[in-house]
């Protein structure tokens, strides 16, 4: 009964003027007539904030792959280009750019993604700024840029993400406060994040073959999505070089692909050893690719997008981060869904799809199996132990992704959340519709018994 009353507040509140200063004649009282919210709605229809456009470049292997000689500005330009040409808009209407990206010096890469805004045609008028949350960066970013929609700050804005891991190594510079020794909890949030994992593999019981064949598992299905074209939609095409390391020969090339799929089997796996501790089961292998990419989403008020008669990919549904223990940083999306979902007004079994970063086998399979959740929902074109792991842009590529995929399955897929687990202890998620699913009067869902209805209503 209380879950039906919460659902009612939530009903009652997307049903409130926002203009409105007198609630007193707005109450939540008990009901027992079924479900009547399946997710959150704030203020009214037309000031829902949707998804136009949302794209990626390929995901490429650092210090080797398809970007290893290609500047983190040139990366983020081409996706800043894409959400904009490929929706006629004017890039003079956007109100901000809030650039995801967690390891370049702040002030280097923050004149990197202003400097990138103008070789992708924006005016000097539109601002730009960065933001970091460690790995979920990138969602951190469109989320930003959602809340400041819904606040009235602009009307149209783009969130992105960005990385270059071959440019900038995770490393620490300068000393440690030696204060942090008597604080465990925030010398936890030194240790290397595959020591995490580790630790998150001992305290929950994942095995070595469970980590192994999540692995496997997702090369399979990200080569599966390749071969059958269903990442074409998401992905820009990067013009960029590479150079020769003996002769410092440059080669015109187009990267067009992700280049960290592989076929592999539990065998090959089996073979690796463990990279964090002697008798340990984090190897290379099951862990998250470094890598090299960037992203951009393209958001702005509903109403906006039906003046300008836009298709609408998503809406943007909730968001939330939360904190956990630094030793297991890896169980952040076992934490943070539920809240997300909550906030929503939905329920887990609501959900279709589920796009939960791959930082590492363990903590993906440990989030999995503790949230209960059908593995066939999750990560169908396969994530970042696949695809790769470039740390700030992971968000925006995961909503690309994610997307797209809702929209290619259609009527049978609403809802979708995008999770992941974040450094020193955090998760982050976010629940977002297929935009073609809602409309002004849409805001039940199917309530499969009438048990709580009179004789007469049956």
């Given at each position: 009964m209380e879950k039906a009353i919460n659902?009612?507040?939530?009903?009652?509140?997307?049903?409130?003027?926002?203009?409105?200063?007198?609630?007193?004649?707005?109450?939540a009282s008990?009901?027992?007539?079924?479900?009547?919210?399946?997710?959150a709605r704030n203020h009214v229809f037309g000031d829902d904030v949707v998804i136009v456009a949302a794209y990626r470049t390929p995901l490429c292997k650092a210090k080797r792959g398809g970007f290893k000689d290609t500047y983190a500005d040139d990366l983020l330009a081409p996706v800043l280009k894409a959400v904009v040409e490929k929706t006629n808009l004017n890039p003079e209407e956007v109100g901000d750019i809030v650039v995801g990206t967690v390891l370049a010096p702040g002030s280097q890469r923050a004149s990197e993604c202003r400097m990138a805004a103008f070789y992708a045609g924006f005016p000097e008028t539109v601002p730009v700024r960065t933001v970091n949350r460690q790995c979920s960066s990138g969602l951190q970013a469109v989320a930003d840029v959602a809340a400041a929609i819904r606040a009235g700050f602009y009307d149209i804005g783009i969130g992105a993400g960005l990385e270059s891991m071959t440019a900038n190594p995770m490393a620490w510079e300068g000393d440690v406060n030696p204060k942090v020794k008597i604080f465990e909890q925030a010398q936890n949030c030194l240790l290397p994040m595959g020591v995490t994992s580790e630790n998150v593999a001992h305290r929950?019981?994942?095995?070595?073959?469970e980590q192994d064949q999540a692995a496997v598992d997702s090369h399979r299905k990200a080569a599966a999505a390749t071969a059958a074209g269903r990442f074409k939609d998401e992905i820009i095409p990067v013009a960029t070089k590479i150079v020769d390391p003996k002769s410092g020969d440059e080669k015109?090339?187009?990267i067009s692909v992700d280049d960290g799929i592989r076929n592999?089997?539990?065998?090959?796996?089996?073979?690796?050893?463990p990279v964090f501790k002697k008798d340990g089961t984090t190897t290379a292998g099951n862990s998250?690719?470094?890598?090299?990419?960037?992203?951009?989403?393209?958001?702005?008020?509903?109403?906006?997008?039906?003046?300008?008669?836009?298709?609408i990919l998503g809406v943007f549904r909730s968001f939330v981060a939360v904190g956990v223990d630094p030793a297991i940083m890896g169980v952040g999306p076992a934490a943070a869904i539920p809240?997300?979902?909550?906030?929503?007004g939905l329920e887990l079994d609501d959900i279709d799809l589920f796009e939960i970063n791959e930082a590492f086998a363990s903590q993906f399979v440990y989030c999995r199996n503790k949230l209960g959740l059908d593995p066939e929902k999750i990560n169908v074109n396969g994530g970042a132990m696949a695809i790769g792991h470039p740390l700030g842009a992971t968000g925006a590529r995961c909503v690309a992704t994610l997307l797209h995929e809702m929209k290619r399955r259609g009527k049978d897929c609403r809802y979708g959340?995008?999770?992941?687990?974040?450094?020193?202890?955090?998760?982050?998620?976010?629940?977002?519709?297929?935009?073609?699913?809602?409309?002004?009067?849409?805001?039940a869902r199917k309530v499969e018994s009438l048990n709580f209805l009179s004789k007469d209503a049956r």
């Open positions: 659902r009612q507040k939530v009903l009652l509140d997307h049903l409130r003027p926002s203009s409105s200063s007198d609630d007193s004649s707005l109450s008990v009901c027992a007539a079924g479900d009547s919210a399946a997710y929950f019981g994942v095995s070595r073959q015109p090339v187009t592999t089997t539990l065998a090959d796996l089996a073979k690796l050893k998250s690719q470094v890598s090299d990419g960037a992203g951009a989403v393209l958001l702005m008020k509903r109403s906006v997008a039906d003046q300008k008669g836009l298709p809240v997300a979902v909550k906030a929503a959340v995008i999770s992941m687990c974040i450094g020193t202890g955090m998760g982050a998620a976010a629940v977002f519709e297929r935009g073609d699913r809602t409309d002004e009067l849409c805001n």
